[in-house]
């Protein structure tokens, strides 16, 4: 486990403010009731709603924090409240990692995006006491062969992953199904950031990892699980390194990296996506 995933999951009281909800209290893996599960049906479209929209207004010229702003504001028309803003400082609604910036880049009215970027757009809902999350890569115009099929593998990585979901499969088959097609299309997986366990907190137990490892507990799944799925690949190779801003991660050799994540139910016989877009 990463030591920001390991941060994230460190306990403190929980109320709804302004800048964001608080961290509740860690309660392990948790299976979600069926009405839990409505409510983050709710949250996990309000997520959907606004990367289906942000991908549609994306063009060169815009700025990263004018994206922020746009979705800070549907967010809260829509009647939730950003998850990222003020989680554990982070300044913005959304993350906005371009090109070779991994995750969590920090929007800025000053950041231009331009034709050709390869933009990474997550974010996250929490309306009436859950949490939606989700990730989308946006290719800016007309982008490089490497860059659109770099999107294009990491988006079938995630659904290689969630094909593996259903009750009594493991944390390894959703694991190997990624790398595995990662691996076959000769870019990398990101093992310093995972998937994670989703619901009252933005973050849960359990990691949900991209990659074989023996270093992370290989829990079976369970019906009513609510799980982040997120794989982060890399063009070159899979080290990472985070900018003095504290946040802003970036690759160690200046490829390009690109990133798709939904939250899923797991069901009886297979799973639900909650931030189904389509």
Known sequence: MNKLFADLLASSSGSKNNQGPRIQKRRGVEIKSA???QIMRKSSHIVATVLSEINK??????????LDEYAERRIREMGAVPSFKGYH????????SINNEVVHGIPDLKRVIKAGDLLKVDTGAFFDGYHGDSCITICVG??????????????????????QI???????????????HVTKNNFSVVEDYTGHGVGRNLHEEPSV????????????????????????LNAGSKGCRTLQDQWTVVTKDGSLSAQWEHTILVTKKGFEILTDRS
């Not at 207004?57 to 004018?66: A, K, L, Q, S």
């Not at 400082?89 to 906005?96: K, T, V, Y």
């Not at 259903?166 to 595995?180: S, V």
Request: hydrophobic fraction near 45%; include cysteine.
């Open 57 to 66: 207004i994306v063009e060169p010229g815009m700025t990263t924090g004018g």
């Open 89 to 96: 400082g982070f300044p913005a609604s959304i993350c906005a």
């Open 166 to 180: 259903r009750a009594n499969n493991t944390l390894l088959d959703i694991a190997g199904a990624i790398e595995d």
């Open 142 to 163: 007309d982008v490089s062969e490497e860059a659109s099929k770099l999107s294009r593998v990491a988006n079938e990585a995630l659904m290689a992953g969630l094909s």
């Open 209 to 232: 990892f991209n990659f074989r490892t023996n270093d992370l507990p290989n829990i079976r799944l369970r019906e009513g699980m609510t799980l982040a799925v997120e794989p982060i």
């Open 35 to 37: 009405r839990e599960v």
